[in-house]
T-cell receptor, first 112, second 113 residues
Framework: RKEVEQDPGPFNVPEGATVAFNCTYS??????FFWYRQDCRKEPKLLMS???SGNEDGRFTAQLNRASQYISLLIRDSKLSDSATYLC?????????????FGTGTQLKVEL | DAGVTQSPTHLIKTRGQQVTLRCSPI?????VSWYQQVLGQGPQFIFQ???????GRGNFPDRFSARQFPNYSSELNVNALLLGDSALYLC????????????FGSGTRLTVV
């Protein structure tokens, strides 16, 4: 089983739709959680952190469920510019440093 | 301010050769980590360095090595290249090892033929 699992998609949605992505992680000792966005042939960029209390940034809402080892990202009112791959990232302290484990990514295509 | 810079941007090597990839972190950032991203997959952790010391190592063979210099820049070396080493190699920097604010460079695209 992979340490971090995501549905690869693609998710094809019309502009204005609400779309949700899920991510599960296997290591219960994982400490911090993030969503990154990666555009085609570009580097990943931090989208938002994920907390148990949930956090919102404009149209984006992230949620962590530690008991179920599950992370989610909700995008409301999708824009064409939201088309990208969304990577779930889990961080665990290891050997004095941080080990980032990425999911495979979920591809989103927002269409007119 | 300059972001994380990586060089070269693209590279073509033949099997068996050696390659050195370079990374300059954001000014003031002391931690550098390296990732390999194969097409269609998420980045895979290779190494993390902080204050010139290795702080973490992913599940990669000994053909992969790295170091960090006093100015916090870093090099990733790969020996005896295999076709399967073809990937985008990403470098990320953060302020210190316990800081989670990672910024990625645009990567070096390595093709092994």
């Amino acid at each position: 089983r992979k340490e971090v699992e995501q549905d690869p998609g693609p998710f094809n949605v019309p502009e204005g739709a609400t779309v949700a992505f899920n991510c599960t992680y296997s290591n219960s000792a994982s400490q911090s959680f993030f969503w990154y966005r990666q555009d085609c042939r570009k580097e990943p960029k931090l989208l938002m952190s994920v907390y148990s209390s949930g956090n919102e940034d404009g149209r984006f809402t992230a949620q962590l469920n530690r008991a179920s080892q599950y992370i989610s990202l909700l995008i409301r009112d999708s824009k064409l510019s939201d088309s990208a791959t969304y990577l779930c990232v889990v961080i665990k302290r290891s050997g004095g440093g941080n080990k980032l484990t990425f999911g495979t990514g979920t591809q989103l295509k927002v269409e007119l | 301010d300059a972001g994380v810079t990586q060089s070269p941007t693209h590279l073509i090597k033949t099997r068996g050769q050696q390659v050195t990839l370079r990374c300059s972190p954001i000014s003031g950032h002391k931690s550098v980590s390296w990732y390999q991203q194969v097409l269609g997959q998420g980045p895979q952790f290779i190494f993390q360095y902080y204050e010139k010391e290795e702080r973490g190592r992913g599940n990669f063979p000994d053909r992969f090595s790295a170091r960090q210099f006093p100015n916090y820049s870093s090099e990733l070396n790969v020996n005896a290249l295999l076709l399967g080493d073809s990937a985008l190699y990403l470098c990320a920097s953060s302020l210190y090892e316990g800081n989670y604010g990672y910024t990625f460079g645009s990567g070096t695209r390595l093709t092994v033929v």
